[in-house]
């Protein structure tokens, strides 16, 4: 499978690291800073103990570059630059059409003096994956990864009886499937919350619950993710 990072960050280097490792071709790509990709690859590739071999297969390129590579696009942007980022894309003529693209992004915006918050408003308003789609009407959309730190994307963090669920929403019945298989290839447990975008939401809303967790039952402390369990049988 060919994958296109658009924006190969914490979250997007941790899972091209899990898909090279599989045999997948990866070209990545980074909005902000492109000069330090290489650096950052080369700094994941030694955490995550990839062999000269697996880095070597990683090709670069721009932003377009990477949506036009993939069969499957990962839009992996920070969100105060989402509308920069899509309109690059527009700009160059990217339509997404009939391509599986998977975004991750939460609202989180910035003020100015650097502090992140959630963006309510926004999030009363709207949804991150939906203005996405309005923005690419023919890509078929997912969302999904928003609501595991990127630090915990590393599968050998997790052992086989505990490997946290990655909950996703969007798409149409012909691309659940490879959705599925990307979730799972990434060392993860697919489950599926259907593909109403009017749900991903609900999505945002569990990244900004995940917060106040971490904040008061966890002191702060990211190292934690949702899962979906059932009872014993
Ligand atoms: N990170 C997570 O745990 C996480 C979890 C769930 C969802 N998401 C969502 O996924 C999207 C991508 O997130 P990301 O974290 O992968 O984005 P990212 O591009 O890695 O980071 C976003 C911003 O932080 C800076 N940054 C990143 N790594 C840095 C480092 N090592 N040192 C200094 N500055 C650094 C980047 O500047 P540079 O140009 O210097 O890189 C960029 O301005 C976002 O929309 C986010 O909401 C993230």
């Known amino acids: 499978m060919q994958v296109g990072i658009i924006n190969a960050g914490n979250i997007g280097l941790n899972l091209a690291v899990s898909w090279i490792r599989l045999g997948y071709d990866v070209m990545l790509s980074k909005d902000t800073h492109p000069e330090k990709l290489q650096?950052?690859?080369?700094?994941i590739?030694?955490?995550?103990?990839?062999?000269d071999n697996e880095l070597s297969r990683f090709k670069y390129g721009s932003l377009v570059d990477?949506?036009?590579?993939g069969d499957v696009v990962i839009l992996s942007a920070y969100f105060p630059r989402l509308g920069h980022v899509l309109g690059e894309l527009h700009g160059a003529g990217v339509t997404f059409s009939g391509k599986i693209v998977i975004e991750t992004i939460n609202p989180v915006n910035v003020d100015a003096n650097f502090n992140h918050y959630h963006d309510v408003e926004y999030m009363r308003r709207t949804?991150?994956?939906?203005?996405?789609q309005k923005a690419f009407p023919e890509a078929i959309l997912f969302k999904a990864f928003n609501?595991?730190?990127?630090?915990?994307?590393?599968?050998?963090?997790?052992?086989?009886?505990r490997v946290p669920a990655v909950i996703f929403v969007g798409g149409n019945p012909g691309?659940?499937?490879t959705a599925r298989k990307l979730i799972k290839d990434a060392g993860f447990r697919?489950?599926?919350?259907g593909p109403d975008l009017k749900h991903a939401g609900l999505l945002e809303s569990l990244g900004l619950l995940f917060h106040h967790l971490v904040e008061n039952e966890h002191h702060g402390n990211?190292?934690?993710s949702f899962d979906v369990i059932k009872p014993k049988v």
């Open 45 to 51: 590739g030694l955490e995550r103990g990839l062999n």
């Open 39 to 43: 650096e950052r690859v080369h700094a």
């Open 175 to 177: 691309s659940t499937d």
């Open 66 to 69: 990477a949506a036009k590579f």
């Open 147 to 161: 609501n595991i730190p990127a630090t915990l994307l590393d599968p050998h963090k997790w052992t086989p009886d």
């Open 190 to 193: 697919p489950q599926f919350a």
């Open 222 to 224: 990211l190292n934690i």
């Open 127 to 132: 949804s991150v994956t939906e203005e996405i």
